[in-house]
């Protein structure tokens, strides 16, 4: 599904001028290029997206017909739906300021719980939810981030993200109170008693959330520039989801092997 959506994204992105109208692409933002360059056709990747989906769909009707389960059905069909409403017409999520907010709920809680229901026998639980909210924030702030040197050509094409439709100082604010709820949201989970205690392991990552902040506030006008803080942002969401599972791996190893309970869960 989201090689589906990344290839069906640069397909209406092209067909409704937001790419071509790009004047700053960089490898983190504008599209992949390869329509505007001629590498491939729009019908070439149209066929590529539509395949990738059905090897999707082909795969999740096999899951829930191992698991019988409606959550599954339900969280199947919403990722589904988000993929493809978030740049196909008419409901094109992200040119009306929505993209973050799909983007959060397809790589959070749709994947997350999809998997955690396959695995757990068609349950769902909300340590599951949690856990995944970290991992949904900072992704979205990965697309938010990206965004920012598209905005002159995406406004032209009227793709009214958020960068498009906020003031510089509002865009950082917003970043900063994203990465901070990532981080809280695993305190809050730890303190709550549904997260283990070597989840907070996460926050060790907190300079990268500082140096994104400080890249924004150099260089928000200068795209090219903006390419490390980009960079640094993603090192920021795979380091908590890596540090995050590193808390589980020593939760899991403290029941079965360290018998260091209550300490590390």
């Known amino acids: 599904v989201h090689l589906g959506l990344n290839v069906a994204n640069d397909v209406f992105d092209t067909i409704l001028g ?9 490898k983190f933002s504008g599209g992949s290029r390869v329509l505007q360059n001629a590498l491939v056709t729009v019908r070439e990747m149209s066929m590529l997206a ?28 919403l990722g589904l739906f988000i993929s493809l409403a978030y740049t196909m017409p008419p409901f094109k999520l992200v040119y009306r300021g929505l993209g973050e907010i799909t983007t959060a709920i397809g790589f959070g809680p749709v994947m997350l719980l999809g998997a955690y229901v396959v695995q757990s026998g068609g349950s769902v639980s909300l340590e599951a939810f949690l856990a995944s909210l970290p991992a949904a924030l900072l992704v979205a702030m990965i697309l938010y981030v990206n965004e920012i040197p598209d905005r002159v050509g995406d406004a032209k094409a ?3 993200t958020l960068p498009v439709r906020w003031s510089q100082r509002t865009v950082i604010r917003v970043f900063d109170i994203a990465a901070g709820a ?3 949201a695993v305190v809050v989970g730890v303190v709550a008693g ?13 300079p990268l959330a500082v140096r994104v902040h400080t890249g924004l506030v150099r260089f928000y006008d200068s795209p090219y520039a903006l390419m ?5 942002n ?5 380091c908590v989801g890596i540090l995050l599972l590193l808390g589980y791996l020593l939760a899991i190893a403290d029941q079965t092997v360290l018998g260091l309970r209550p300490f590390l869960w």
Not at 194 to 203: C, D, N, T
Not at 228 to 232: K, R, S, Y
């Open 18 to 26: 937001a790419d071509d109208a790009n004047p700053t692409p960089t």
């Open 50 to 77: 539509l395949g990738c989906y059905a090897v999707a769909a082909l795969l999740g009707f096999l899951l829930i017909l191992q698991r019988g389960s409606t959550a599954l059905v339900v969280i199947s069909a």
């Open 158 to 160: 009227g793709k009214r």
């Open 182 to 184: 990532s981080f809280l």
């Open 194 to 206: 549904l997260l283990p205690l070597p989840g907070l392991l996460v926050l060790v990552a907190i």
């Open 228 to 232: 490390a803080t980009m960079a640094t």
């Open 234 to 238: 993603i090192q920021l969401h795979l």
